[in-house]
């Protein structure tokens, strides 16, 4: 229809043309703005409708001692409808210029949410590059549960964690998990500190101004609350796995020796992992021990999971690992599909320890159904507050049931088909979702093809039953 309208009329007679037939037809040839966010059921404000991101590139500068954060952000996205404009996540900071495909573009903020108006409309399946510069001192954010996330600093340098929407404290984006990408953090620091992120460290250069850049790549996607930036002054340690996984540990030096203990085996467990669940999903592993106190948390940052400290205890550590099969490489649909990170993290838990010969799986599950805090101290957690794979509110998403209830779904399913199907079952799952998003619907689902059992009284009690099974 366009190339006829353009032969036959002036230019601006078909502009009108098209433009009218846009508007009689709903927008399919005109452009119109993406969504501001895709709510989620506990966010909805998170990411952005209209665009999926393929790669961010962000060229960092931070200066530790006026907390200071300078840069630029590149975005490149597919346009998944005409857009005459898209948003972008972005909390605090000042935004100094925006351009799409080169071109200066307007925008605006309210609230959290960046409007970019590039000068061009984008059409449907075009893939453009938005570079956003920003910078300023950023600032922390407060999560419904009480903890802090975003951009937090240290003594004498600073972090970033973003579960579940603190990255737009730190660079604008699609901040929600259903939105995953590859990424370049590229990070200058003064001399005498480090710079961490995720991925593989692919070069170490001076600047030449007394700075330090040092340049991260992450090949696989990635989750944007799963991306980290640590600048201060660690202790840096690499090395290998027995197959082959590239390790890089960044450790706080007071924390050096409380963190030498649970970090010893990681490269073990690198291995014991794979054996589990299948092949490590990522082509790095390691570290990020920061100072004690940063925190109220670990978190699984994408090959470098963040400690607060050293690691309390070398299950943890073993937590923190499965995440990246579990969240990171399968990452949940929504804020609501929690468990299928939390409670598979913490049924990992309960592998290594029964293959370390400690308790039982069994064990742990009995100990939580009796609220008996010998074999697991947390057993006497509020674990029956609420179903798994339902949390009341976003408040709720980092709770003990999502936890331990969850892992006691994934016993019981294992008591209903059996060891065998079961390993099949888990390794089934994080092989066949690698680096996509799955929910827990997908989850039931996948299940019971998978093994040949109808499971619907495990997810009835166990999953989304509100009474504390018997
Ligand atoms: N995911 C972290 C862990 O390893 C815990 C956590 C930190 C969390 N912040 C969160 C969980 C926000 C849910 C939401 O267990
Ligand atoms: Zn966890």
Same mark, same amino acid.
């Given at each position: /229809?366009?190339?006829?309208?353009? &032969?036959?009329?002036?230019?601006?007679?078909?502009?009108?043309?098209?433009?009218?037939?846009?508007?009689?037809?709903? +927008?399919?040839?005109?452009?119109?703005?993406?969504?501001?966010?895709?709510?989620?059921? !506990?966010?909805?404000?998170?990411?952005?409708?209209?665009?999926?991101?393929?790669? !961010?590139?962000?060229?960092?500068?931070? #200066?530790?001692?006026?907390?200071?954060?300078?840069?630029?952000?590149?975005? $490149?996205?597919?346009?998944?409808?005409?857009?005459?404009?898209?948003?972008?996540?972005?909390?605090?900071?000042?935004?100094? =210029?925006?351009?799409?495909?080169?071109? +200066?573009?307007?925008?605006?903020?309210?609230?959290?949410?960046?409007?970019?108006?590039?000068?061009?409309?984008?059409?449907?399946?075009? @893939?453009?590059?938005?570079?956003?510069?920003?910078? =300023?001192?950023?600032?922390?954010?407060?999560?419904? #549960?009480?903890? *802090?996330?975003?951009?937090?600093?240290?003594?004498?340098?600073?972090? =970033?964690?973003? *579960?579940?929407?603190?990255?737009?404290?730190?660079?604008?984006?699609? %901040?929600?998990?259903?939105?995953?990408?590859?990424?370049?953090?590229?990070?200058? @620091?003064? %001399?005498?500190?480090?710079?961490?992120?995720?991925?593989?460290?692919?070069?170490? $250069?001076?600047?030449?101004?007394?700075?330090?850049?040092?340049?991260? %790549?992450?090949?696989?996607? /990635?989750?944007?609350?799963?991306?980290?930036?640590?600048?201060?002054?660690?202790?840096?340690?690499?090395?290998?796995?027995?197959?082959?996984?590239?390790?890089?540990?960044?450790?706080?030096?007071?924390?050096?020796?409380? &963190?030498?203990?649970?970090?010893?085996?990681?490269? *073990?467990?690198?291995?014991?992992?794979?054996?589990?669940?299948?092949? !490590?999903?990522?082509?790095?592993?390691?570290?990020?021990?920061?100072?004690?106190?940063?925190?109220?948390?670990?978190?699984?940052?994408?090959?470098?999971?963040?400690?607060?400290?050293?690691?309390?205890?070398?299950?943890?550590?073993?937590? *923190?690992?499965?995440?990246?099969?579990?969240?990171? &490489?399968?990452?949940?649909?929504?804020?609501?599909?929690?468990?299928?990170?939390?409670?598979?993290?913490?049924?990992?838990?309960?592998?290594?320890?029964?293959?370390?010969?400690?308790?039982?799986?069994?064990?742990?599950?009995?100990?939580?159904?009796?609220? #008996?805090? &010998? @074999?697991?101290?947390?057993?006497?957690?509020?674990?029956?507050?609420?179903?798994?794979?339902?949390?009341?509110?976003?408040?709720?998403?980092?709770?003990?049931?999502?936890? !331990?209830?969850?892992? /006691?779904?994934? %016993?019981?399913?294992?008591?209903?088909?059996?060891?065998?199907?079961?390993? #099949?079952?888990?390794?089934?799952?994080? @092989?066949?979702?690698?680096?996509?998003?799955?929910?827990?619907?997908?989850?039931?689902?996948?299940?019971?093809?998978?093994?040949?059992?109808?499971?619907?009284?495990?997810?009835?009690?166990?999953?989304?039953?509100?009474?504390?099974?018997?």
């Amino acid at each position: /229809m366009e190339p006829r309208a353009r &032969s036959r009329l002036p230019v601006t007679a078909a502009a009108a043309l098209l433009a009218l037939t846009a508007a009689c037809t709903g +927008g399919t040839v005109q452009g119109r703005p993406g969504a501001s966010g895709l709510r989620d059921p !506990y966010f909805p404000k998170a990411g952005n409708g209209g665009y999926q991101v393929e790669h !961010y590139a962000l060229d960092l500068g931070y #200066d530790p001692a006026g907390g200071r954060l300078h840069g630029t952000a590149v975005i $490149t996205a597919r346009a998944e409808q005409g857009l005459s404009s898209f948003n972008l996540d972005l909390s605090g900071l000042r935004v100094e =210029g925006v351009k799409v495909q080169g071109a +200066g573009a307007r925008f605006n903020r309210t609230g959290n949410e960046l409007t970019v108006r590039p000068a061009e409309e984008l059409k449907k399946g075009e @893939v453009f590059r938005t570079e956003i510069a920003y910078g =300023g001192k950023p600032k922390a954010l407060a999560d419904p #549960d009480g903890s *802090e996330e975003g951009w937090i600093t240290t003594g004498d340098g600073a972090v =970033g964690v973003g *579960e579940p929407v603190g990255s737009m404290t730190w660079f604008p984006g699609n %901040h929600h998990p259903s939105d995953k990408a590859t990424y370049d953090i590229t990070l200058t @620091v003064p %001399h005498g500190y480090q710079a961490v992120s995720n991925g593989e460290l692919r070069s170490r $250069t001076d600047t030449g101004d007394g700075r330090t850049a040092f340049a991260w %790549h992450s090949p696989e996607p /990635m989750a944007s609350y799963l991306a980290t930036a640590a600048v201060g002054r660690y202790e840096v340690t690499t090395g290998r796995t027995a197959s082959g996984v590239a390790l890089y540990t960044a450790v706080e030096p007071e924390e050096a020796d409380r &963190s030498a203990g649970p970090l010893a085996r990681l490269p *073990e467990m690198v291995e014991w992992g794979s054996g589990r669940f299948g092949p !490590y999903p990522f082509g790095t592993a390691g570290a990020i021990v920061l100072p004690a106190g940063t925190l109220a948390y670990a978190l699984e940052t994408q090959t470098k999971p963040v400690y607060s400290g050293a690691p309390d205890s070398e299950e943890l550590v073993l937590h *923190e690992l499965a995440h990246q099969w579990f969240g990171n &490489s399968v990452s949940p649909e929504s804020w609501k599909d929690m468990w299928l990170n939390e409670g598979f993290a913490t049924y990992a838990e309960w592998l290594w320890a029964e293959d370390q010969g400690e308790h039982t799986a069994q064990e742990r599950f009995d100990a939580f159904l009796e609220g #008996d805090t &010998s @074999v697991d101290g947390r057993a006497a957690a509020d674990w029956d507050a609420f179903p798994p794979a339902a949390p009341p509110g976003p408040e709720d998403i980092s709770g003990s049931p999502v936890y !331990y209830r969850g892992a /006691m779904v994934l %016993h019981r399913i294992r008591q209903e088909v059996g060891d065998e199907k079961f390993f #099949d079952l888990l390794r089934g799952w994080a @092989v066949d979702h690698r680096h996509g998003n799955a929910g827990t619907a997908g989850f039931t689902a996948y299940a019971e093809r998978r093994t040949g059992h109808d499971l619907k009284k495990v997810w009835d009690v166990w999953l989304y039953g509100k009474a504390r099974p018997r």
